[in-house]
């Protein structure tokens, strides 16, 4: 099936650095990619959609310029976390779709940000 | 708005088990639905899906069937092994416009030997 891969699988840093995730589609092309958050014995919410050639659409509540988000070419996207607090901790999980309508996504294995 | 609500675990079962796992969902419409699920180490994975109402997906011997008139989608297996440990998310995928997946809060199955 298809894969999805992100990089890196977990970090740690000092508050207020920024961090920057990278979400492939390995053997895909995908103009989408979504970027959830998961936050301990919750479920994903998604922050935003990413898209290839135009800007991201950000969820309500979703701080944009908090979340940086490129898709830079049809099989890479990037979140960048910018200035990191410790509430920014949590768990990033990115996925791709693949195929007509959407329905099928292909999930990457996630990013634990622990900031500290 | 739309929304899923499942059951919360985590539960263990003994191998050769019967399982259920209840989901409920609130949507506009009538929306796809689906059963994902995180083996440790790994990236969620379609594990079924049913596109409309008193569809039944099935896959590894899981089960489920869109009920509409219950707002359901419980998960069923007859018998659980070892290898189904894993995160269960019941999801649907929103209609009209942008198309987005909204998830249950999940539920972790362990199976013991």
């Known amino acids: 099936g298809a894969v999805v891969s992100q990089h890196p699988s977990w970090v740690i840093c000092k508050s207020g650095t920024s961090v920057k995730i990278e979400c492939r589609s390995l053997d895909f092309q995908a103009t989408t990619m979504f970027w959830y958050r998961q936050f301990p014995k919750q479920s994903l919410m998604l922050m935003a959609t990413?898209?290839?050639?135009?800007?991201?659409?950000?969820e309500q509540g979703v701080e944009k310029d908090k979340f940086l988000i490129n898709h830079a070419s049809l099989t890479l996207s990037t979140l960048t976390v910018t200035s990191a607090h410790p509430e920014d901790s949590s768990f990033y999980i990115c996925?791709?779709?693949?195929?007509?309508?959407?329905?099928?996504?292909?999930f990457g294995p996630g990013t634990r940000l622990l900031v500290l | 708005g739309n929304s899923v609500t499942q059951m919360e675990g985590p539960v263990t079962l003994s191998e050769e088990a019967f399982l259920t796992i209840n989901c409920t969902y609130t949507a506009t419409g009538y929306p796809s639905l689906f059963w994902y699920v995180q083996y440790p180490g790994e990236g969620l994975q379609l594990l079924l899906k049913a596109t409309k109402a008193d569809d039944k997906g099935s896959n590894k011997g899981f089960e489920a069937t869109y009920r509409k008139e219950t707002t359901s989608f419980h998960l069923e297996k007859g018998s659980v092994q070892v290898s189904d440990s894993a995160v269960y998310f019941c999801?649907?995928?929103?209609?009209?416009?942008?198309?987005?997946?909204?998830f249950g809060k999940g539920m972790k199955l362990t199976v013991n030997p």
């Open positions: 996925s791709a779709p693949k195929g007509v309508g959407g329905e099928t996504q292909y």
């Open positions: 999801a649907l995928l929103t209609q009209g416009g942008s198309e987005k997946l909204v």
């Open positions: 990413s898209n290839e050639g135009s800007k991201a659409t950000y």
